[in-house]
């Protein structure tokens, strides 16, 4: 493998797995109050996106990199949202 | 420009700016307890590396989306290193 394939695997692993000790975090403690929620919306979204040109353009890494992260990055949003509502409820 | 560039642009964008009001939160609040450090020491790496990834391939989206990415995403990262010191000094 070249250099600059080998660079751009690495940080696509990074910035992949950076989302997996946050996602950690925020399940075990529910607390979102400083996580930004347009930031969640934001970035799901775009990795959505990326998922759907990983398919047009028929990238294998770009599929798997973009569905890892929005499991995590998802999951993340969804506990945001559900502590905001319960926020606003009670 | 084609379906698919304009999808890519569009996931690039959104998760570039998706940083902006976390790093907004982050700044105006200092509150970084529920952020993880590990996730934006990875994560700030990898972007690092996805410039040097795009310097070696000669792209300016990915340049100049991660320059920006890094900018956000730093600024979170020195908050939070911050914070972390001064709450074990204290």
Redesign the interface.
């Known amino acids: 493998m070249e250099?600059?394939s080998m660079?751009?695997n690495?940080?696509?692993?990074?910035?992949?797995?950076?989302?997996?000790?946050?996602a950690?975090?925020?399940i075990k403690?529910k607390?979102?109050?400083?996580?930004?929620l347009?930031?969640?919306?934001?970035?799901v979204?775009?990795?959505a996106?990326?998922i759907?040109?990983g398919l047009?353009?028929n990238s294998m890494p770009i599929i798997v990199g973009n569905v890892i992260t929005l499991l995590l990055a998802g999951s993340i949003l969804v506990v945001k949202i559900k502590s905001t509502f319960s926020a606003k409820r009670s």
Do not use: E, H, N
């Open positions: 250099l600059f660079v751009g690495l940080a696509a692993c990074l910035t992949t797995i950076s989302f997996l000790p946050q950690i975090k925020t403690s607390d979102t109050r400083q996580l930004s347009p930031m969640y919306v934001l970035f979204a775009g990795v996106l990326w759907v040109y047009y353009v």
